[in-house]
């Protein structure tokens, strides 16, 4: 079956950096497109990167542009997100997500950027 597990999360100072993880199993990793969303409190969930089965196109929302950076390694069966100058507003919990016949969501990880 498919999982995806994120790891990564924490509690940072504004301006400050982190590296979420989210590995993935259960079907043919390299084949498929892969998002991070993230809900803040009281929010609707929202997309903040996604990037093509061989990394090579990812796009993001304005929000996070220039700041966060999504890669993946196909060998590993993961996914990456690398968040710089972190800002309160980017408080959320973080979400694998993937289309395999239907839609899949990790267990999510809580991001708290706070001083």
């Known amino acids: 079956q498919v999982q995806l597990v994120e790891s990564g999360g924490g509690l940072v100072q504004p301006g400050g950096s982190l590296r979420l993880s989210c590995a993935a199993s259960?079907?043919?990793?390299?084949?498929?497109?892969m998002s991070w969303y993230r809900q803040a409190p009281g929010k609707e969930r929202e997309l903040v990167a996604v990037?093509?089965?061989?990394?090579?196109?990812?796009n993001y929302a304005d929000s996070v542009k220039g700041r966060f950076t999504i890669s993946r390694d196909n060998a590993k069966n993961t996914v990456y997100l690398q968040m710089n100058s972190l800002k309160p507003e980017d408080t959320a919990v973080y979400y694998c997500?993937?289309?395999?016949?239907?839609?899949?969501w990790g267990q999510g990880t809580q991001v708290t950027v706070s001083s």
């Open positions: 990037i093509s089965s061989a990394g090579g196109s990812t």
């Open positions: 997500w993937v289309v395999v016949r239907t839609t899949y």
């Open positions: 259960g079907f043919t990793f390299s084949i498929h497109a």
